[in-house]
């Protein structure tokens, strides 16, 4: 394992290539002719910024939870450079195996979803989770499998292509999706919106359980690759 190789994987893409050249925008900056533009650039900048000027230590050290909100939930996630994403940091939510012939990655954009436990990934109540699909060859379709005990809204979203699930208490029900993803570095990404509506606290239903969260419905996928390896 060469020295490139463990660099790509350990830090962000920006830490190594964009800050070192950052300083040479100054020059660039067209003159101004009056308070308005400099104060529109300074508002923009802290919308975006703000949260990571506020707590830098942390920032600088968890790089993967300022996308996780605000306006950065907003813009497009780059799958040309999964590898390269801040969450490839946080290895618990990142490359996690998942399914079987094929055998996927997926990576964890946001707390919004659990990790795969039984009886699946639960997505969290009146929340979008974002999760990428990673496989090293092009996916035909993917069949989303959900269940909850309680009546629940499942919008989900694959590269574009859109489908829906609504949920009976113990119920289950499915989907199947024909993803629209992006190929590079001899691998395939998709990524997957799953908006949920609707949910419960387990342990305000089963007295004997003491999960806290407000869930919706847990999920499962099955892939089907175009090409068999």
């Known amino acids: 394992m060469d020295a490139e190789y463990l660099v790509r994987w350990r830090w962000p893409n920006g ?11 100054f020059f660039l900056t067209p003159p101004l002719r009056g308070p308005a533009p400099a104060m529109a650039a300074a508002v923009g900048g802290w919308l975006f910024v703000g949260q990571i000027l506020i707590n830098p230590f942390v920032s600088a050290k968890e790089p993967y939870l300022a996308p996780e909100r605000g306006l950065f939930r907003l813009l497009p996630v780059e799958l040309t450079m ?14 996690v195996l998942y399914g079987h012939s094929p055998l996927v990655q997926l990576y964890f954009l946001d707390r919004n979803a659990s990790l795969p436990e039984p009886p699946g ?17 092009a996916l035909e379709t993917i069949t989303i499998t959900a269940e909850s005990p309680v009546s629940a809204e499942l919008s989900i979203d694959i590269g574009g292509r859109d489908g829906r699930i609504s949920l009976e208490p113990g119920v289950p029900g499915s989907v199947t999706i024909r993803p ?6 001899n691998s395939w990404a998709y990524l997957m919106q799953v908006r949920a509506t609707g949910g419960f606290v387990p342990k305000l239903v089963d007295p004997e359980s003491e999960d806290g969260r407000y869930l919706s419905a847990a999920i499962s996928l099955t892939a089907t690759p175009v090409s068999a390896p």
Do not use: C, E, K, M
Not at 19 to 25: C, G, I, R, S
Not at 83 to 91: E, F, G, M, S, T
Not at 121 to 137: F, K, L, M, P, Q
């Open 82 to 95: 999964v590898r390269d994403l801040p969450i490839a940091l946080d290895q618990p939510r990142a490359r």
């Open 121 to 137: 990934i639960w997505i969290h109540g009146d929340r979008r989770a974002d999760i990428i699909v990673r496989n090293s060859y």
């Open 180 to 185: 629209r993803g992006v190929n590079s570095r």
């Open 15 to 25: 830490n190594r290539y964009y800050l070192t050249v950052y300083a040479l925008f």
